[in-house]
C-alpha cells in the first residue's frame, strides 16, 4: 500500500522558515519525481517546486529564490525548505509521487503566515 505522509506544517509569521517532509512507503522511491503542491483557501491546487529522479529542480515563479525542494533517496523522503515566507503561501501542501501514469498523493500538511 502506498503512503505519502507530510509533515511540518505550522504557524509561522512573515519572513519566518518551515521545513516540510514527505515520507514515502509502498514505492520504490528512488524512480518516482516528486512535486510539492499548495492549495490556498478557495483556490485551485498548484505546483511549488518539482524534483526529478535525477535531481533536476523546477519552481513556481512565486517560490523561486525562496524555497528549496530535495530528495533523501536513504530515507524514502522529499522535502520543501521555505524560507521568507509570506502571507500568500498560506495553504495546504500536498506531496505528489510520479511514475509514468501513476500518481500518489499525500494527505498534506496546512501552513498558516500570519502576523
Known amino acids: 500500500q502506498v503512503q505519502l505522509v507530510e509533515s511540518g506544517g505550522g504557524l509561522v509569521r512573515p519572513g519566518g522558515s518551515l521545513r516540510l517532509s514527505c515520507a514515502a512507503s509502498?514505492?520504490?522511491?528512488?524512480?518516482?519525481?516528486m512535486d510539492w503542491y499548495r492549495q490556498a483557501p478557495g483556490k485551485q491546487r498548484v505546483m511549488v517546486a518539482s524534483?526529478?529522479?535525477?535531481?533536476?529542480?523546477n519552481y513556481a515563479d512565486s517560490v523561486k529564490g525562496r524555497f528549496t525542494i530535495s530528495r533523501d533517496n536513504t530515507k524514502n523522503t522529499v522535502y520543501l525548505q521555505m524560507n521568507g515566507l509570506k502571507p500568500d503561501d498560506t495553504g495546504v501542501y500536498y506531496c505528489?509521487?510520479?511514475?509514468?501514469?501513476?500518481?500518489?498523493w499525500g494527505q498534506g500538511t496546512q501552513v498558516t503566515v500570519s502576523s
Open positions: 505528489k509521487a510520479n511514475w509514468g501514469r501513476y500518481e500518489h
Open positions: 509502498g514505492i520504490i522511491f528512488s524512480t518516482y519525481a
Open positions: 524534483i526529478t529522479t535525477g535531481g533536476t529542480t
